[in-house]
Nanobody, 123 residues
């Protein structure tokens, strides 16, 4: 299972870090490409970023590039999303997901999802 946390109400320009903890083994976690996606109610879920198994490759969407970055701690089976200079358009439910197929950003490749955490950016 995956469990996100850290979402809350923040102001424009603030920073926030989301966490996603995997409840399985470190061996299993280290085999997954991990990803972050976000969804606004009534809209499609969208790609935010992915990180490779060892954390040496990261791909980030154009919408957040330069502001968001992803990291992981395989020993703690934890994925992070570090968000800076948050904007109102970043308001969404943020989901983490695991992909055992490889380094793909297509969310159809992700087989395990968390329940999501709400981030609201408002003055």
């Amino acid at each position: 299972q995956l469990a996100e946390s850290g979402g809350r109400l923040v102001h424009p320009g603030d920073s926030l870090t989301l966490s996603c903890v995997y409840s399985g083994s470190t061996v299993a976690f280290s085999r997954y490409t991990m990803g972050w996606f976000r969804q606004v109610p009534g809209e499609e879920r969208k790609f935010v970023s992915i990180i490779s198994r060892e954390g040496d490759s990261i791909t980030t969407s154009a919408a957040v590039k330069g502001r968001f970055t992803t990291s992981r701690d395989n020993a703690r089976t934890t994925l992070y999303l570090h968000m800076n200079n948050l904007k109102p358009e970043d308001t969404a439910i943020y989901y983490c997901a695991a992909n055992q197929e490889g380094y793909y950003s297509d969310q159809r490749r992700f087989h395990r999802w968390g329940q999501g955490t709400q981030v609201t950016v408002s003055p």
